[in-house]
């Protein structure tokens, strides 16, 4: 069975401070692995996915996240952490096979502090 | 581009009622999902439709839940009866096909009393 953890439940940053969000996986064939990002009141927006070809996966808002097969890990980064980035952080899975469901994490709460 | 619409935006109803939400997805999209997402916790999917057929409803409460996506476009889920624990919101995601990013709409807050 697929499953995600997202081992923080809130991550606090400095404004100007790279930040990392961190999210582990478990799945049974090769992974689809995307992160995604929820504001209040708002529904999910996609940030980026990894499905094949380079580690460093680029996305929306300057936001990057490294691939690492061997610890099982899509770790959500950024150089430089903004106020406007505050908000809640959702990694999810599904295994490459046809008709597997996506399996979100519990998300992590991002606060950056000005 | 317009975004996937859901209606209502809030619902409140008393346990053991009924209720039924709407979604639209983007234009084009071939897959539509239904999540739950409960206060603190990530989406839980409950279904996924490719057109009009289901992929997925291995986490659907059917004894209660139901969905279904007629001429491949829109989709309701319904709620009969509703109990306490069914209070939370309701996603609506679609995308292009399978395995690919997914679009999500503002979602229904279910409060049920």
């Known amino acids: 069975a697929q499953s995600v953890a997202q081992p923080e439940d809130q991550v606090n940053v400095a404004e100007g401070n790279p930040l990392t969000v961190k999210c582990t996986y478990s799945v049974s064939g090769n992974p689809y692995l995307f992160w995604y990002v929820q504001y209040p009141n708002r529904g999910l927006q996609f940030l980026l996915k990894?499905?094949?070809?380079?580690?460093l996966v680029k996305g929306s808002y300057g936001f990057e996240a490294e691939f690492n097969k061997s610890q099982t890990s899509f770790h959500l980064k950024k150089p430089s952490a903004l106020v406007s980035d505050s908000a809640l952080y959702f990694c999810?899975?599904?295994?490459?096979?046809?008709?597997?469901?996506?399996?979100f994490g519990p998300g992590t709460r991002l606060s950056v502090l000005p | 581009e317009a975004g996937v619409a859901q209606s209502p935006r809030y619902k409140i109803i008393e346990k053991r009622q009924s209720v039924a939400f709407w979604c639209n997805p983007i234009s084009g999209h071939a897959t539509l999902y239904w999540y739950q997402q409960i206060l603190g916790q990530g989406p839980k999917l409950l279904i996924q439709f490719q057109n009009n057929g289901v992929v997925d409803d291995s986490q659907l409460p059917k004894d209660r839940f139901s969905a279904e996506r007629l001429k491949g476009v829109d989709s309701t889920l319904k709620i009969q009866p509703a109990k306490l624990e069914d209070s939370a919101v309701y996603l609506c995601a679609s995308s292009p096909g399978t395995g690919e990013e997914q679009y999500f709409g503002p979602g229904t807050r279910l409060t049920v009393t």
């Open positions: 990894y499905i094949t070809g380079d580690n």
């Open positions: 999810a899975v599904r295994d490459y096979r046809y008709g597997q469901n996506f399996v």
